[in-house]
């Protein structure tokens, strides 16, 4: 028989709750990396219709990916990180998620 | 002179008109160049992983959603494959040829130029100072593939430009 885990070392239910609550907090960043081949203002498009920014905000953006490599262009909650990303996926972006440092 | 336009020509279709023959010529290509999605450098550009080093993230991703993504990308070739058996000689302008096809197909459209433009880029390891080339050799299967992607990126452009109106109502 195997006892459960809060019954051998309590302690470790505890740190595992900390630390899936920091899972669920913890914001993901979608980042879009430059690539030779996609066009500024298709750039500029994709982020104005995926994310609804306007334009200049979506330009400076572009240009931070197309002169930087890469632009952090949303933060948040994992799950709408993904959606986010699929979306960019889908019109052929380079785009990831990544684990906010913050 | 052909003057290429992409335009809507009432509510319901999109018209471009001045196609040069070149240009008709590697639409005619689009079919053949979209299927090789599949080779290896061309489905690794297509089919991201969506983490740069979360292995469980990425193999679901692969499992998940690039079957999901490789569908809209077929769907999208094959709507643009239909209506290229519309291309025809420009009544305007002889040399020119046109396409008419419904106003809803535009996002297939954009979808399978991009797709070509990025197929051809990794098949032929096309990089940034390849895309700099101003000077094409016609023997050279590089040359030529980097001109189709400057010229399929022209059209690209146009679509953009029509994009243009629909920018968002409540923007964040």
Not at chain 1, 86 to 93: A, C, I, M
Not at chain 2, 74 to 84: K, N, P
Not at chain 2, 148 to 168: M, T
């Amino acid at each position: 028989m195997v006892l459960p885990v809060e019954m051998v070392q309590p302690g470790i239910v505890v740190i595992e709750k900390i630390k899936a609550k920091e899972q669920l907090t913890t914001p993901w960043n979608v980042v879009v990396h430059n690539d030779p081949i996609n066009l500024m203002n298709y750039v500029t498009m994709v982020l104005m219709r995926v994310f609804g920014y306007p334009r200049p905000r979506a330009e400076t953006m572009m240009l931070e990916v197309h002169n930087k490599g890469r632009s952090l262009v949303w933060s948040g909650e994992r799950e709408q990180a993904e959606h986010y990303v699929h979306q960019l996926h889908g019109y052929q972006l380079l785009a990831t998620m990544e684990k906010s440092e913050a | 002179m052909t003057e290429l336009r992409v335009q809507p020509i009432d509510e319901k279709h999109i018209r471009i008109s001045g196609i040069p023959p070149v240009l008709a010529a590697m639409l005619r290509e689009l079919p053949e160049i979209l299927e090789l999605r599949e080779l290896p450098n061309a489905h690794a550009r297509l089919f991201p992983n969506p983490t740069a080093d979360h292995d469980k993230v990425n193999d679901e991703w692969q499992q998940m959603v690039t079957p999901e993504l490789r569908h809209l990308f077929v769907s999208a070739g094959e709507t643009v494959t239909r209506d290229l058996t519309a291309l025809s000689s420009d009544k305007a302008n002889p040399e020119g040829y046109q396409v008419t096809f419904p106003i809803e197909h535009v996002n297939a459209w954009m979808s399978a130029i991009n797709q070509a433009r990025l197929i051809l880029a990794e098949v032929h390891k096309i990089d940034e100072n390849e895309m700099d080339r101003t000077d094409f050799d016609p023997q050279s299967p590089k040359h030529m593939a980097s001109l189709r992607i400057h010229l399929l990126g022209y059209l690209l452009h146009l679509f953009v430009d029509l994009d243009k109106g629909g920018e968002p109502e409540n923007p964040v």
